[in-house]
């Protein structure tokens, strides 16, 4: 058993081999060993390596975190859009018709009112808000013109009344673009 060795005392030596190497290495520093500017040039190394790897991580996750957000940004740039162009469209269209047929009408606003559903969790309140007054001058707009159509008694008092609402109709038209105009900002950085 003596001419075998156990791991731990190969172990043991060979730590003390490269020890004792390491001391002769220092002693033969004066005269430039290789062994000991090549170990003395690694220790180096590794001093800046550590550092230089957590910065360029670091600047990984910023620069995906920047990415995560524009992407979430334009996502809700493209949410909004879809939501302006509907009320846009209704109201333009509201602003045209002229004598339209309850059908259509009723296909006019239950298209308005599918595609504005959600609006008030992509803006804050006076958008949405602004899309329920859009939908209520269409609404009267449409009823004071049936009510043209139908009651030739009271026409002077319903004419001015559509005016009054053409009036308004106009003035939203006017008005929807400053109305949305500070959701629909893209600054992407």
């Given at each position: 058993m003596s001419g075998?060795?156990?791991?731990?005392?190969?172990?043991?030596?060979c730590l003390n081999h490269r020890l004792n190497r390491l001391k002769d290495c220092a002693?033969?520093?004066?005269?430039g060993c290789s062994m000991c500017e090549l170990i003395a040039f690694m220790e180096t190394i590794k001093?800046?390596?550590?550092?230089?790897i957590a910065v360029v991580t670091l600047c990984i996750l910023v620069l995906q975190y920047l990415l995560e957000r524009n992407k979430f940004k334009l996502?809700?740039?493209?949410?909004?859009?879809?939501?302006?162009?509907?009320?846009?469209?209704?109201?333009?269209s509201v602003g045209a018709q002229g004598n339209i047929t309850n059908e259509e009408f009723n296909e006019q606003e239950t298209?308005?009112?599918?595609?504005?559903?959600?609006?008030?969790f992509v803006f804050d309140k006076a958008i949405y808000?602004?899309?329920?007054?859009?939908?209520?001058?269409?609404?009267?707009?449409h009823q004071l013109n049936e009510s043209l159509?139908?009651?030739?008694?009271?026409?002077?008092?319903?004419?001015?009344?559509?005016d009054t609402i053409n009036k308004?109709?106009?003035?939203?038209?006017?008005?929807?673009?400053?109305?949305?105009?500070?959701?629909?900002?893209l600054k992407i950085v």
């Open positions: 075998v060795r156990r791991g731990s005392e190969r172990g043991e030596n002693d033969e520093k004066r005269k001093t800046f390596l550590i550092p230089l996502a809700l740039f493209d949410k909004r859009w879809k939501y302006y162009e509907v009320v846009r469209d209704f109201l333009f298209n308005f009112i599918k595609e504005t559903r959600g609006i008030e808000e602004y899309s329920l007054r859009i939908r209520k001058l269409g609404v009267n707009k159509n139908n009651d030739r008694s009271n026409r002077e008092l319903i004419g001015e009344n559509l308004k109709i106009l003035e939203e038209i006017d008005d929807i673009d400053d109305m949305f105009r500070k959701y629909m900002k």
